[in-house]
Each structure stands twice: as C-alpha cells, then as structure tokens.
C-alpha cells in the first residue's frame, strides 16, 4: 500500500524512514537508511540514494540528487552521511554526495537555499542560514559558515573556508579562505570591504560594526603583515563575540586568506 503523499509510481525502500506529512513526487527513489522529517516535500525525478538524513519542513525540487557516494577515488566503499537540517529548500537539480572516512559525514545546516545545479562535495560542512546560488560548485572539505552567501558559477576550491556572513560574488574563483563579514568577488578574487549592508540588515549593533572596521583596516588598509595585524588588534580592539570570530578565523587558516 502507498502511504498518503506519497505517489504510487515513487519507489520507497523498505528501510527508509518518512515522518508524518511527507510528500513524495513522481517516480522519486528513496533508498536505503533514509531518514525524511515531517511535512518535508519531496517534488517528481529525486533520488535520494542511501544512508542520508533530512530534517522536518525541507523542499526537495524536481531532479534533485542526495546521498550519493563521494567523488573522490580514496573512498573505498565505507559507511558515511548526508545529514540536512531542518527548513532547507534544494532546488532543481542540485547534487549532494555523503562523506568520507576523513569525516564521515556531509552536511548541510537549517534554513538554507540551495539553488539549482548547486553541487556540495564529500566531507563539506555548510552551516546555518546559508545562501548558494545556481551552480556554485565545490570540492571536497569547504566549510561555509552560517548566513554566508555565495554568488552564482562559483567553483570553491577543496578545504577553503568561507566565514560567517561573507558575500562573494558571482561567477568568482575562491581558492583561499574568505574571511567573516567581507564582500570579495571576481576572479582572482578581490576584497570589497566589510559586508556593511548584509550585517545592518541582521540586526548587528554600531558598535559590532564600527570594531569589525577597525580589524578590517588592521588587516587591509595597513601595512601591516597578518601577524602584526592580529597583535595590534589583541592590544587594541575591544573583545567582542564578532571580534573574536575576525580574529581567531585568520589564527585558524591552514590555506591562507583571501588579501
């Protein structure tokens, strides 16, 4: 028997898990180890293939391809993930692979957009409130952090980071890591200052603001290198939560930052 919702030609493995009010399209295939959360909607054409996790309130659009194996020719068949969190739309299209043993699991967080032909790699970590317009592309281990967002025909290269509520541009080519709260585009990349207009439409205080500028310019309007940056902006920038993120994001880089 076909549960309500689900249309009869769907093709739903025996192991899969669909909460309450899921709804499933034409000839969609939900394979095994599939978890599916309430009222999430599942459009005609998906596969989802095996072993990944979707959370409640999701809109899975037509063509859309989930959990399939990693491209990376180091994987030798291992158990991994697709983990997606709850209220995140993927739009036609799109293509997300699980991990790998080097972290087991890709992930996507909650209330993001992924647009159509996006492409999220083995072991990427994407956080909350993310945007990705049509066909940012990304190899293996990208982190982008919470309420970043990237312009459309992007390649992002494999480990870079992108910080929280970055903006890149479209059709840029990131092969460093973008730091929080900037504007970069272009190809080879290039800074626009801080993302003073995404940040104020967040809610973020003057007073956040005028200390992110004032570490902005430490690092790109001086001549100051990165580690003459970071000791004058300890000595002198107030330690504010959004500081610290600036700060300890330059610390953390092991591909080096975007200047």
Not at 162 to 188: E, Q, T, Y
Not at 224 to 247: K, M, T, Y
Request: with cysteine.
């Amino acid at each position: 028997m076909t549960a309500p919702g689900v249309h009869p030609t769907a093709i739903i493995d025996e192991t899969a898990v669909l909460e309450p009010d899921v709804s499933v399209g034409p000839y969609t295939v939900i394979g095994p180890g599939v978890e599916v959360g309430a009222r999430t909607r599942i459009a005609s054409h998906v596969l989802i293939e095996r072993d990944t996790a979707v959370g409640a309130d999701c809109v899975i659009a037509k063509g859309a391809v989930l959990g399939t194996d990693p491209q990376d020719l180091k994987y030798a068949g291992e158990p991994t993930r697709l983990v997606v969190g709850d209220r995140t739309t993927i739009r036609e299209y799109a293509t997300l692979n699980r991990g790998t043993s080097a972290s087991s699991v890709t992930s996507v967080g909650s209330d993001c957009l992924l647009m159509a032909y996006v492409h999220v790699a083995h072991d990427c970590h994407i956080g909350d409130h993310v945007i990705l317009a049509n066909s940012v592309t990304m190899g293996g281990h990208v982190v982008i952090q919470n309420w970043a967002i990237v312009g459309g025909l992007t390649p992002i290269h494999q480990f870079v980071r992108i910080g929280a509520h970055a903006f890149v541009g479209g059709a840029s080519r990131v092969a460093k890591d973008v730091p929080p709260f900037v504007k970069v585009a272009g190809s080879p990349m290039q800074l626009y200052g801080l993302n003073s207009v995404g940040l104020q439409r967040r809610g973020f205080s003057e007073e956040v603001r005028r200390e992110l500028k004032r570490a902005y310019k430490l690092f790109y309007a001086s001549e100051h290198n990165i580690s003459q940056a970071l000791a004058r902006a300890r000595d002198e920038l107030r330690a504010l939560p959004e500081v610290e993120i600036f700060l300890g994001f330059f610390e953390q880089s092991q591909r080096g930052v975007t200047l």
